[in-house]
């Protein structure tokens, strides 16, 4: 599915549901549907969640607005439906409960932020975001 309605025409659209085939014993397996995607421009609508600085060069992504920090709470409360967003450039952050779109290019598999330690397993890079019209 194309749209030209958030940032680049060419951007194919993902959602946070389509993310994952299971969630069965051999733990978090990423769907063939999404896979299809890493290396492609996407486009996905979500919430910032609240971020460590007010300035940053990523940020954690949500399906819903989350009104505390994620970075401040126990893995048991941490939600499975994120993205990690790594920006062109360093912008500021806004309020968490404003809707986004995000468009940049989709990488999955373990990686290991080498300035903050920060692992994620799907993640935007290159990204630019604006407000949700």
């Not at 896979?35 to 819903?64: C, D, H, W, Y």
């Not at 986004?100 to 990686?111: E, N, Q, R």
């Amino acid at each position: 599915m194309r749209t030209a309605t958030l940032h680049a025409a060419d951007a194919e659209v993902i959602h946070f549901d389509m993310f994952y085939k299971s969630f069965g014993v051999r733990g978090i397996e990423f769907s063939d549907r999404l896979k299809n995607f890493v290396n492609k421009t996407v486009a996905i609508k979500g919430f910032m969640a609240p971020p460590l600085k007010p300035e940053s060069q990523f940020f954690v992504m949500t399906r819903e607005p989350l009104a505390i920090c994620p970075f401040c709470q126990s893995d048991a409360d941490w939600p499975l439906d994120i993205v990690v967003v790594y920006l062109k450039q360093a912008s500021a952050m806004i309020s968490a409960g404003t809707a986004i779109d995000v468009t940049g290019t989709l990488a999955l598999g373990s990686y290991q932020d080498a300035e903050t330690g920060f692992v994620s397993q799907l993640r935007v890079i290159d990204a630019t975001y604006r407000k949700s019209r």
